[in-house]
């Protein structure tokens, strides 16, 4: 049994393995089935609100994207991409127990030290913060909410 997220419910397709006996859920991003673990369920339901609530593409969008970060290999959780395939906004997820501390941030910037995206989100399922980067200015601002899509790009485009 999951805990109860702070976040839309979601229909997700779950089953038991029946060698390894695991309980995996069906990603549709990633179009495999993945061990349902903690994070992978805030993962889910996160991206399931991204897409069916918030109008963020689906088809622009990838779980676990690889990069490299002073020489060691990394996985952005998620990350959307514009319709340059340019990295616009990085995901990190925790599990529900897991609090989102400053380390976390810090694990995110690095990460867009690389992916140089225009929105950062970090979510443990119940809290959820969102900030803009701005490179003209070398500033970041927090929003109160996650922005639609539209909203977003709408922000993005006047740049």
Request: hydrophobic letters at 40%.
């Amino acid at each position: 049994m999951m805990p109860p997220l702070n976040l839309p419910p979601a229909r997700l397709n779950i089953r038991r393995d029946e060698r390894s006996g695991e309980v995996r859920v069906f990603d549709r991003l990633r179009r495999k089935w993945i061990v349902l673990t903690p994070e992978e369920w805030v993962r889910q339901h996160f991206t399931r609100m991204l897409i069916d609530r918030l109008g963020y593409p689906e088809g622009r969008m990838a779980n676990e994207v690889s990069l490299t970060l002073n020489g060691t290999a990394r996985r952005c959780d998620t990350v959307v991409f514009d319709s340059r395939c340019e990295p616009e906004v990085i995901v990190e997820y925790k599990a529900p127990t897991v609090p989102v501390t400053q380390a976390v941030f810090d694990q995110i910037v690095r990460y867009n030290m690389v992916m140089k995206a225009r929105m950062l989100i970090v979510s443990n399922g119940i809290n959820h913060y969102c900030c803009l980067i701005d490179y003209a200015t070398h500033s970041y601002r927090f929003l109160p909410e996650i922005p639609a899509y539209s909203h977003f790009r709408e922000q993005a485009d006047q740049k």
